[in-house]
Structure formats: C-alpha cells, structure tokens
C-alpha cells in the first residue's frame, strides 16, 4: 500500500510504502531493544561483580552471606538474559534461596562475629591468595583476548534450549552417565555424613 507524502521543499507527492515504514519501525525497535538489553547487562553484570568482591572483603560472615544471596540473584538475571530459564530459575530457588538460607542459619546458630572470625597468621597464606588473584585476573584477561563476533551472538533455538523439557531430554539421554555418575558421589557424600555424625554423637 502506497501513501503519497508532500515534499517540503518541491511541494510534489511522495510514494511511501507501508511495508518499508513497518519495516524501518522494527528496526528502530530492535536497536533500541539490543541498546536497552546491553546497558541492563552491564548494570547486572557490575552489580555480580561488586557483590562478588563484597562477598570476599566483608569481614562479618553473616555480611559475606548476604551479599552472596545478591550476587546470585544478578547472576540469575544474567542467565535469564542469555535465554537459559531453567538455570535463572534454579539459581534463584535452590542457591540464593535453599542453600544460602541454610548458611545463614548456620552462621546465626554459631553466632560469627569478627572476635570469633578466624585471622590469618601465616604471611605465606596471603602471598599464596594474591598469586591466586593474578593467576584469575590473567585467565579472564586470556578468555576476553579470545571473544569475536560468533561468540557474543546467541544461538537460534537459545530460547527452547533453556526450557526444561529440553533439558531434561538431553540430560537423560546424552548425559546420562555422568548425570548418575554425580548421583552416586552425592548419595556417598550423603551416607559418610551421617557415619560421622552418628559416631561423633555415639
């Protein structure tokens, strides 16, 4: 369908397609979109950096526990992003939710402060910890040096790889044996964690 626009400066009508104006409004949409999406990316991805180092430097344990819960939140937005719905929603369920309620509980039971944090003696624990900072700092730089354009465009089907019915297909299929090779080491893991308890209160 054509509509006949006046020239501003000629005064003579204008064929302008509707197809090319939908077409030019997609476009600008889905550049505002692709803008929009990269600024959140660095908000949550600057927001799971600090809560990361937070999580290291705090000296209160109870401190370190809360700012882990944001740490994994923003990394399940993170994967929420990248089209992996399963992983947001287990991160948000099992880790900042199950797990970290079960480590705060144990740090309140306990009652850690920073009288009773342990400190440091050895100056050779520190250097070794440094070292490990470098060593990190050095891989990231390495993974970075080696990103292109292929590798920062997601897949196609990234939205119905996420789901869990895909999932759950390739985990029972494809990776059967290590996903029960895993079972097994839980379930060992498991049964010599109440040997000890059992024996300790015996």
Do not use: W
Not at 39 to 64: D, E
Not at 149 to 162: E, F, I, R, V, Y
């Amino acid at each position: 369908m054509l509509f006949p626009f006046p020239d501003e400066k000629s005064g003579e009508k204008i064929d302008f397609s509707l197809r090319e104006l939908k077409q030019n409004f997609h476009t600008f949409c889905s550049q505002k979109y692709m803008n929009l999406e990269l600024l959140l990316f660095y908000i949550i991805g600057g927001i799971a950096i600090a809560s990361a180092v937070l999580v290291v430097t705090r000296k209160h344990a109870l401190y370190s526990a809360l700012f882990m819960i944001v740490n994994m939140c923003s990394l399940a937005v993170l994967y929420l992003m990248l089209q992996a719905q399963f992983i947001a929603i287990i991160q948000i369920l099992v880790y900042a939710g199950a797990i970290m309620v079960l480590f705060l509980f144990v740090i309140m039971l306990l009652n850690l402060g920073e009288e009773n944090s342990p400190k440091p003696k050895i100056l050779s624990m520190k250097t070794f910890g440094y070292a490990l900072c470098v060593v990190l700092l050095a891989q990231f730089v390495f993974a970075f040096s080696k990103i292109t354009s292929d590798t920062t465009q997601l897949s196609p089907n990234a939205a119905h790889m996420g789901t869990v019915e895909y999932i759950g297909k390739v985990l029972f299929t494809e990776y059967l044996f290590p996903f029960e090779a895993v079972s097994f080491l839980l379930l060992a893991a498991i049964i010599g964690a109440v040997v000890l308890a059992k024996k300790k209160f015996q």
